[in-house]
């Protein structure tokens, strides 16, 4: 099945940094997705990419979906210490009935 | 909008007990819901993909008969572990998608089993 290969697998960081993590996929996916999970709660839809080589942004999240169609990155700008938590990403594709395969995750810590 | 709420947000039972988890989509029609399982620190590992009306489809190694799953509304989906046992504890997430793509996620069980 599909593997996705997240980095880093944690960061530590100073508050005020750019933050930039990434997936990389040995198939292609036609959708890319990136997610936030806070300690005990579920994660939360932060960026939904649907074509290659999109570039979207959430406030001070940027995303782009890969021109290749195996890659996708996340970037933080101006980190804050509530953007601490785990990013996942995930990818669909083609045929999968929506079904996402997860990254294994980017840990944040922000020191203020 | 996509609010998904999960019920109980944490149980305690006891080894031999079957405990029942609910995911509702409550702003919107899920036509798809999917069950997770988590493990400290690790990443979500997709258990079955549930459709309204239709048998849930399990993932390999995933037990159907001791994680049933019963999808019978657009807005309703649960899990029941069955006879559970110290190794089922675990943290279990439901998702809930409209459009296929973006998946919404509950805000998670703790199931501990005793």
């Known amino acids: 099945g599909q593997q996705l290969n997240q980095s880093p697998q944690s960061m530590f960081i100073q508050e005020g940094e750019d933050v930039s993590m990434n997936c990389t996929s040995s198939s292609i996916f036609n959708t890319w997705l990136w997610y936030k999970q806070d300690p005990g709660e579920g994660p939360v839809l932060l960026i939904a990419?649907?074509?290659?080589?999109e570039l979207t942004s959430n406030g001070r999240l940027t995303a782009q979906f890969g021109i290749t169609r195996k890659d996708s990155f996340l970037n933080i700008s101006a980190s804050i210490p509530s953007d601490v938590g785990i990013y996942f990403c995930?990818?669909?594709?083609?045929?999968?009935?929506?079904?996402?395969?997860f990254g294994d995750g980017t840990t944040l810590t922000v020191k203020p | 909008g996509a609010v998904v709420s999960q019920h109980p947000s944490w149980v305690i039972c006891k080894s031999g007990t079957s405990v029942k988890i609910e995911c509702r989509s409550l702003?919107?029609?899920?036509?798809?819901m999917f069950w997770y399982r988590q493990f400290p620190k690790q990443s979500l590992m997709l258990m079955a993909t549930?459709?309204?009306?239709?048998?849930?489809?399990?993932e390999q190694g995933v037990e159907k008969d001791k994680f049933l799953i019963n999808h019978a509304s657009l807005t309703l989906s649960t899990l029941t572990v069955t006879s559970a046992h110290p190794e089922d504890s675990s943290f279990y997430i439901c998702s809930a998608s409209e459009t296929a793509y973006e998946q919404y996620f509950g805000p998670g069980t703790r199931l501990t089993v005793t």
């Open positions: 990419l649907y074509k290659a080589g």
């Open positions: 549930s459709n309204e009306g239709s048998k849930a489809t399990y």
């Open positions: 995930a990818g669909q594709a083609v045929g999968d009935a929506g079904k996402s395969t």
């Open positions: 702003d919107f029609q899920a036509t798809t």
